[in-house]
């Protein structure tokens, strides 16, 4: 089954740029959404088909996908960004095809 | 506006049964994929099972293949995923969510429902 690989943690100082990679083969041929899950809560969507964004989702968010790696962005990080972050892909070739990375903390220092 | 409630969690002894229900208001709910996710105690996220918006269509994860059945009632604007032969792994919060519709993403989630395997 195909499987998508993020960096367990990723830290930034506010004001800073956040980068989260997702790491999967050939990824770049596949649509990527992103996920936001705070402590305690439902995850949250907020990049879908590599880089667009929900409404209601600032532009501070954007992502990208080519090749071996989708990234997910976060520009100018404020404290209330500090979440836990999750890649996802559809693997139409599978019998089991919705997939989830593992997860990236992502800690405002 | 979207809601899922989900419902049906509680502690289970191993080898026992649940049924969890998630109830669906705000859109049209025969017109959407749902799936069931799942969250182990400090872990990531899990897809369980998904249906398409007729049932027709149905997957399962390997972890779970056998033991789940997911099923849906439209007329009832319902979700359910009944669970047997229940292990400890099985442990987790369950959450329902929304098909994106024109993509693979899930845009809507429930809050989700603990359940607990334990002796």
């Known amino acids: 089954s195909y499987v998508l690989t993020q960096p367990p943690s990723v830290s930034v100082a506010p004001g800073q740029t956040a980068r989260i990679t997702c790491g999967g083969n050939n990824i770049g041929s596949k649509s990527v959404h992103w996920y936001q899950q705070k402590p305690g809560q439902a995850p949250v969507l907020v990049v879908y088909?590599?880089?667009d964004r929900p409404s209601g989702i600032p532009e501070r968010f954007s992502g990208s996908n080519s090749g071996n790696t989708a990234t997910l962005t976060i520009s100018r990080v404020e404290a209330g960004d500090e979440a836990d972050y999750y890649c996802?892909?559809?693997?139409?070739?599978?019998?089991?095809?919705?997939?989830f990375g593992g997860g990236t903390k992502l800690t405002v220092l | 506006q979207v809601q899922l409630v989900e419902s049906g969690g509680g502690l289970v002894k191993p080898g026992g049964s649940l049924r969890l229900s998630c109830a669906a208001s705000g859109f049209t709910f025969s017109d959407y994929y749902m799936s069931w996710i799942r969250q182990a105690p400090g872990k990531g996220l899990e897809w369980v099972s998904y249906i398409s918006s007729s049932g027709s269509t149905i997957y399962y994860a390997d972890s779970v293949k056998g033991r789940f059945t997911i099923s849906r009632d439209n007329a009832k604007n319902s979700l359910y995923l009944q669970m047997n032969s229940l292990r400890a792994e099985d442990t987790a919060v369950y959450y329902c969510a929304r098909d994106c519709s024109s993509t693979s993403c899930l845009s809507d989630w429930g809050q989700g429902t603990l359940v607990t395997v334990s002796s």
């Open positions: 996802q892909v559809w693997d139409s070739s599978s019998d089991h095809p919705g997939v």
């Open positions: 088909d590599d880089s």
